[in-house]
Structure formats: C-alpha cells, structure tokens
C-alpha cells in the first residue's frame, strides 16, 4: 500500500502571498488531519477532515482552512502568509471510523519557507 | 485540557546502552488513546504504539518496550540495547475521542534521541 502523499516537498512565498498544500491519504483511509510543526510551538493540530466534512478544528486563525474531496484527497490552503508561518506541515490520514481511535499514518511533510 | 510533557528534551547514549523516554500526560477524560511516533531526520512521522486508556499491560516488540502507568499518568518507553538507526526525535501523544472515530492529537515536545557509535 502506497503512503500518505504530501505535495509539494519544498515551498517558498513571500509575505501577503497565499498557499495551497496537497494530501493523499493511504488507499481506504476517509479521515485526513494537518498538523503544523514549528520549532517553537511543537506540533499543533490544524484541521480533521472525514467524508468531505471538516470534523474537527484547532486554535488557528480562519487564514487557515482546508477541503476534502470526494475520493479522500485534502488540500490546506494559508491565505495572507506571515513569517510565522515557516513550518513543516504534516498531513495524516486513518480510517477514521470505529470506536477505537486508528493510529494517524503521516506523510513526509510540506516545508514551508516564508520570505 | 489535555496536555503532554516529554521533560527530556535531548539524551544522548553510547550504542548498545538501555535507554528511557519519559512521558506524562494530563487529561479528564476516562477514555483517551497514547501514541509514540518516531520522527527520523527526513521529517516523516512513524506510528510506533497505541495505547487505551483501559489496557495497562506492559507492551514488548523486540527490543522496544511501553510501561503504561495509569496512576502516575505516565507512558514511558524503552529502547533496550538501543543501535544507532534509533537515532530521531520520539514524540508521545494523546488523543481523547471527541466523535467516533475522530482523532486530534496532542504532542509533547518531543525527545530527541542520539545513539553514539
């Protein structure tokens, strides 16, 4: 089975400009969750999407938002970047469904430099 | 709230030593998840355990061991005779079920861990 997928790799904006990140879950996963990882703040969870429908949200500011299509795949998109926005994003993806929480499998991440 | 400490922030052991991640979490609710990830230096992080909050056994897979203490709030890992590939950053999480299925997990800091050859 293929893993979870984070395109790009490697990204670099300006202040002001806007950002999309793309995720592919693992084939049959339906749940799909961003983190932020900084050196300072660790890493913060983002955004749950499941089925199309954003099930879950952390403590970031509405320049943060994401989608979930139809066949699982998300994008995050960051509008209005700032410095501070400099990080690795992981996206990571489960079944998503059951009553036991399924370990979170995640990509290699979308390292992302503002200038 | 939920929170996680990971009080060791870097360890650093000769190869083949015995090594211990500490990790304490807080939480109110009775039913919650504890995970370990790996973190190797190419960023991605790698699923190591799963823990529920009603199942305290021990856990052993080869040379990686968990003790789950549920009356110190603790989940601690173990790393015997540890080798230089085990060298990352190890992050332990929480995650409370908000919605069936739903998951949101909360990191500590992470420890990152070097093994000298």
């Known amino acids: 089975k293929a893993g979870v997928t984070q395109t790009p790799r490697y990204l670099i904006k300006t202040r002001g400009q806007q950002v999309t990140l793309s995720c592919s879950p693992i084939?049959?996963?339906?749940?799909v969750s961003w983190y932020q990882q900084t050196p300072g703040q660790g890493l913060q969870f983002l955004f749950e999407y499941f089925s199309e429908t954003q099930r879950n949200k952390g403590n970031f500011p509405g320049r943060f938002s994401g989608r979930q299509f139809s066949n699982s795949r998300s994008e995050m998109n960051v509008s209005t970047l700032e410095l501070g926005d400099s990080a690795l994003y992981l996206c990571?993806?489960?079944?998503?469904?059951?009553?036991?929480?399924?370990?979170?499998?995640f990509g290699d991440g979308t390292r992302l430099s503002i200038l | 709230a939920q929170k996680v400490t990971q009080a060791q922030t870097e360890i650093s052991v000769v190869e083949k030593e015995d090594v211990t991640l500490d990790c304490v979490y807080e939480t109110r609710d009775t039913t919650y998840y504890l995970f370990w990830y790996k973190q190797p230096p190419s960023g991605e992080l790698v699923f190591l355990i799963r823990?529920?909050?009603?199942?305290?056994q021990n856990e052993i897979s080869g040379r990686y061991s968990w003790n789950f203490q549920k009356s110190t709030s603790s989940f601690n890992f173990t790393i015997t005779a540890s080798q230089v590939v085990d060298s990352a950053v190890y992050f332990c999480?929480?995650?409370?079920?908000?919605?069936?299925?739903?998951?949101?997990?909360?990191f500590g800091q992470g420890t990152r861990l070097t093994i000298n050859p």
């Open positions: 990571a993806s489960s079944e998503g469904t059951g009553l036991e929480n399924q370990p979170q499998h």
């Open positions: 084939s049959g996963h339906r749940s």
């Open positions: 999480a929480l995650s409370e079920s908000i919605i069936q299925g739903a998951q949101k997990l909360v």
């Open positions: 823990r529920n909050s009603f199942d305290e």
